[in-house]
């Protein structure tokens, strides 16, 4: 079934606005974060308005509806990602603390010095500075799965390394910067084949395909909201429920107890156990709002919109000359393109583009070692949602011959 | 906007004149920009009366960032490091003759904070040294 754009793009009032007179904005940039429907706003100022009240241990009306909005949100949000039970659905603010959590409880408790950790050369600084926080604290090692000139992992070279029998093999599903789709359910079982656990990074995956964490088995796997239609400040850290059940908290505050004494507590059953503090309740059931709503649109004509809407970028971004892309062909990848120009620094080109009311982002995109890889400092980088067209991809080529003219 | 990336700028940027390294120099110093990955190194010769007599810069940035350098080297030949520390963010815009948000004016600031932090003998180039 193909989305019915005019009614998706009726959802998202922000794509109807006029950045300066005569200038409509086109948005690509879902990948650094998506925009917002109606459904996930109308949701979250629902609650404020009608049900505001601290979740758990409250009776009044208030308190109990809130809860179960809270953990309705959970129930659903498992439903998403096909897991087995929602105690393993961790609320947690983004992907960034999701992938910091296992680092700091499962790896502080399981990782001694000379433990292997694999992660790829592709990795978003997510995935990187908690591991070299690791390394320097527990003098962990890091290796790193190379990626080929297309924009691919090496999966031979990953086999080597996985001799060395790692630990943890930590790694993205699909790159914010190549927009390479791994074979993450075949790199997470050659991992088990190993006896590594695995942890996937779900942060541009969880938005563009359809997860099943029963298909994944992924031991760990964590995506953030605002990436998918919902809101900033609620993501989710999913996980194997022995894992979890053997893991010592992370956070320690309200909520996450069983009981406390003056001098010691016990912890409270999952998933709350990770979840210390007043959780961020209305993004929550924001979140439970923006799964519905990709649900309703169905995971799998969201991809094929958007590797539509990417093939067609390819194409066209391919024609002009003095551009180069990154990463695989449109095949191997979700609808992302990283490019630069000749002569024009990304930061220019997306300045000028700017000027259009195309939003692009330039920079490196906070996985600055693989720009190394490529010997570049930077690359502008286009994304395609749900919401975006063909005839947005025409403003995007219009506007990067602007650019070449304007430095010409 | 327009204004941006006036026709000065894209000068300074495409032909700069003060684009190279000194050797020798009597101060050197390089950064980064986080946000984008820009790096300029800055060289200084200076006298024995303290006057700076010859600057280039190198690197890699947008325009914005490569043209204030230019335009800034051009300006402090001749002038005392003393007079360089007096240097501020409202020099370097009236340099640029534009307006800028918070992200580009990182851009523009880039080489005044090297070359501040070089003349001050720093390890590190703080965003105090352009406020």
Request: aromatic share 8%; net charge negative; with cysteine.
């Amino acid at each position: 079934m193909t989305l019915d754009l005019k009614k998706i793009r009726n959802d998202f009032p922000i794509l109807g606005r006029q950045l300066r007179p005569g200038v409509r904005l086109t948005y690509l940039d879902s990948t650094a974060t998506a925009q917002k429907p109606l459904q996930v706003i109308e949701a979250m100022d629902e609650f404020y308005r009608k049900f505001n009240a601290n979740i758990h241990r409250g009776v009044h009306t208030l308190a109990e509806e809130s809860t179960a909005l809270y953990e309705g949100a959970r129930e659903r949000i498992a439903k998403f990602i096909n897991a087995s039970s929602a105690r393993q659905v961790i609320y947690t603010r983004n992907t960034t603390e999701a992938i910091n959590l296992v680092a700091y409880s499962w790896a502080r408790a399981n990782l001694k010095q000379g433990d292997l950790v694999i992660l790829t050369e592709m990795e978003h600084h997510s995935n990187l500075v908690p591991w070299h926080m690791l390394q320097a604290e527990r003098g962990i090692e890091l290796e790193f799965i190379p990626v080929t000139q297309d924009g691919l992992l090496d999966l031979d070279a990953y086999k080597t390394l996985l001799e060395r029998q790692p630990k943890l093999v930590s790694f993205t599903h699909m790159s914010n910067v190549l927009g390479t789709i791994n074979p993450a359910a075949e790199i997470v079982h050659l991992a088990h084949q190993a006896g590594s656990i695995a942890l996937v990074d779900g942060a541009q995956s969880a938005p563009h395909l359809k997860v099943d964490m029963q298909a994944l088995d992924a031991d760990f796997y964590a995506f953030s909201a605002h990436k998918m239609c919902g809101p900033t400040g609620i993501g989710v850290l999913y996980g194997k429920t022995t894992l979890l059940e053997t893991m010592p908290p992370f956070l320690g505050g309200g909520d996450m107890i069983r009981e406390v004494k003056l001098r010691s507590f016990r912890a409270n059953s999952l998933p709350h156990k990770f979840e210390a503090g007043t959780p961020a309740i209305a993004e929550a059931i924001g979140f439970g709002a923006a799964v519905d709503y990709l649900t309703s649109l169905g995971m799998d004509n969201i991809a094929a919109h958007e590797h539509e809407i990417s093939e067609y970028a390819m194409e066209r971004l391919e024609e002009i000359p003095g551009l180069k892309l990154f990463g695989p062909s449109a095949d191997k990848k979700g609808g992302v393109a990283s490019f630069i120009l000749d002569g024009v620094h990304p930061h220019d080109v997306a300045q000028i583009l700017d000027q259009d009311g195309i939003a692009v982002r330039a920079g490196h995109h906070c996985a600055q070692p693989l720009h190394e890889k490529f010997q570049i400092p930077a690359t502008s980088r286009a994304s395609f949602y749900l919401y975006n067209t063909k005839e947005e991809v025409d403003l995007l080529v219009k506007g990067i011959y602007k650019v070449k003219e304007m430095f010409g | 906007m327009d204004d941006l990336y006036r026709e000065v700028i894209i000068e300074h940027y495409k032909n700069p004149s003060y684009r190279g390294k000194l050797d020798p120099h009597d101060i050197s110093f390089a950064d980064n920009n986080p946000l984008c990955g820009d790096h300029i190194q800055i060289d200084l010769q200076v006298s024995a009366e303290g006057i700076v007599t010859d600057a280039r810069f190198d690197g890699q940035g947008c325009a914005i960032s490569q043209a204030s350098a230019d335009l800034l080297l051009e300006s402090i030949i001749g002038k005392t490091l003393e007079d360089v520390k007096k240097i501020n963010k409202d020099y370097i815009l009236d340099l640029l003759g534009i307006e800028l948000g918070p992200v580009r004016l990182k851009c523009a600031l880039l080489s005044l904070k090297v070359l501040k932090a070089g003349v001050y003998g720093l390890q590190e180039a703080g965003d105090d040294l352009v406020e």
